[in-house]
């Protein structure tokens, strides 16, 4: 069965310093992976996603993901964080069909 | 990218009533879903709506309790009927991109509050 994991359900960490949000997936076959950001009532925003090429996949407002098959992960990154990044981030994959199954999100927390 | 908007955003509804949810994109497209989110939980997917067709429902969700209909390829309702306190979430309607793109785009949202 296709699944998702995000082990953590808040991150909290200081502006200015780097981020990581984690993300495992189980798929049969060669997964999509995507990264989703939600902010306080709206809905979601697309950050990134990985289909196939360089394991390193750089998205929207400076974060990229690093696919790496043997880990079956997906962790999201961004070198230095703001403020304005606070937001539940979800992690998703898609496998021979259109259907997503979703992480069950991660709370990320920057402080100043 | 599609520009996609709901009605309402957000409701609060009585025990036993119905609510419709409308779901409008700015483009035609294929495939429409509806996404559930339960108050700090993830997004399960309610069912697909395709243009012409019946919604094709998930595991746990029926048609009785959550009718769609899709009219045409811009446009899609959904109706949560029979509410009750366990319905209180977020309901999503999103769509696929199309071509090898490959990513969903969601509309904002509706906050649905059953007393």
């Known amino acids: 069965a296709q699944s998702v994991a995000q082990p953590e359900d808040q991150v909290n960490v200081a502006e200015g310093n780097p981020l990581t949000v984690k993300c495992t997936y189980s798929v049969s076959g060669n997964p999509y992976l995507f990264w989703y950001v939600q902010y306080p009532n709206r809905g979601l925003q697309f950050l990134l996603k990985?289909?196939?090429?360089?394991?390193l996949v750089k998205g929207s407002y400076g974060f990229e993901a690093e696919f790496n098959k043997s880990q079956t992960s997906f962790h999201l990154k961004k070198p230095s964080a703001l403020v304005s990044d606070s937001a539940l981030y979800f992690c998703?994959?898609?496998?021979?069909?259109?259907?997503?199954?979703f992480g069950t999100g991660t709370r990320l927390k920057v402080l100043a | 990218s599609a520009v996609i908007s709901q009605k309402p955003s957000r409701d609060i509804c009585q025990r036993g009533t119905s609510l419709t949810i409308q779901c409008q994109v700015d483009s035609q497209v294929t495939m429409m879903f509806w996404y559930r989110q339960q108050p700090g939980q993830s997004l399960t997917l309610i069912a697909t709506a395709n243009q012409g067709s019946e919604a094709t429902y998930e595991s746990g969700f029926v048609i009785d309790k959550f009718p769609i209909s899709r009219p045409n390829l811009t446009f899609s309702t959904l109706t949560v009927s029979n509410m009750s306190p366990e319905d209180s979430s977020i309901y999503l309607c999103g769509l696929d991109s199309g071509g090898s793109l490959d990513e969903q785009f969601f509309g904002p949202g509706t906050r649905l509050t059953v007393l």
């Open positions: 998703a994959v898609r496998a021979r069909t259109y259907k997503y199954i």
């Open positions: 990985y289909i196939t090429g360089d394991n």
